[in-house]
């Protein structure tokens, strides 16, 4: 059974950081892309940004310059710094993967989701 457990969520001022981390366990195989995504309420959920087994990384507009998404392939882990926050940042944060759990088969896989309000 494979799993995405999110870490790193809180309150924190306007301006603040905050680093979010994601680690996948279970039978893996492999892992494939993975990323962020957030989801604030009345909202679509929406990618932050994501990172190929390569290092190679895509973020959304909004968080270009303020946010990065980094990657420890052994550890099977991923960590989103967030600086410069901001009160349009507030929403539920959640981890995917495209992970291989045996030979053949490839499947997306989502954690529960952390919180991350941005409030003075």
Do not use: H
């Not at 494939?32 to 990384?57: C, D």
């Not at 550890?75 to 944060?93: F, G, H």
């Amino acid at each position: 059974q494979v799993q995405l457990v999110e870490s790193g969520g809180g309150l924190v001022q306007p301006g603040g950081s905050l680093r979010l981390s994601c680690a996948a366990s279970g039978t893996i195989l492999s892992i494939n892309i993975m990323a962020w995504y957030r989801q604030a309420p009345g909202n679509e959920r929406e990618l932050v940004a994501r990172i190929s087994s390569v290092g190679t990384t895509n973020y959304a507009d909004s968080v270009k310059g303020r946010f990065t998404i980094s990657r420890d392939n052994a550890k099977k882990t991923i960590n989103l710094q967030m600086n410069s926050l901001k009160p349009e940042d507030t929403a539920v944060y959640f981890c995917n993967a495209d992970i291989s759990p045996r030979l053949g088969i490839l499947r997306n896989y989502w954690g529960q989701g952390t919180q991350v309000t941005v409030s003075s």
